[in-house]
């Protein structure tokens, strides 16, 4: 079963775009490759830019067959309109408010902002928690450990 998330980006003029991804939205997962792979907003409007996403890799990678699984490479994100040839889709924001209002929600929703001249990551999810991405992990990590020593 699929864990549902979307990728944004907010541009320095204030605009925000954003895409879909299918797989593995959970922090564990897309949350820690967003954080250490796609801080560069250079990087992540490369990755924008190609559209929705099936699965989110630490690279961007080039085109692969996208229904012959065993050559993808791993480290590949896997591209809806690159990689299997649908339409490229995406979604733009006049402004912040303007996607908080009406941008696609899913379990998982991630955006890099520019906070204060510092850019930083966001997270919401699950309506339980909205704020910095980094913190969230942290706080996940310790639950994790916690139930562990339970």
Not at 43 to 64: F, H, M, N, T, V
Not at 101 to 118: P, S, T
Not at 130 to 148: F, V
Request: charged share 30%; glycine share 6%; aromatic share 14%.
């Amino acid at each position: 079963m699929a864990t549902r998330s979307t990728i944004a980006l907010e541009f320095a003029d204030g605009t925000v775009q954003q895409v879909y991804c299918h797989w593995d939205g959970y922090l564990s997962n897309n949350g820690q490759i967003l954080l250490r792979h796609y801080s560069d907003p250079f990087k992540l409007q490369r990755l924008i830019d190609l559209g929705a996403i099936s699965s989110l890799g630490p690279e961007i990678g080039e085109k692969q067959d996208f229904d012959k699984r065993d050559t993808h490479n791993d480290n590949w994100s896997l591209i809806y309109a690159r990689d299997r040839g649908e339409d490229l889709v995406k979604h733009k924001f006049k402004d912040y408010a303007d996607y908080r209002a009406n941008c696609q929600f899913e379990e998982y929703n991630y955006i890099l902002r520019n906070v204060d001249g510092k850019t930083t990551w966001f997270v919401e999810f699950y309506g339980e928690f909205d704020g910095l991405l980094e913190q969230a992990i942290m706080d996940e990590q310790d639950r994790k450990a916690q139930e562990e020593m339970a």
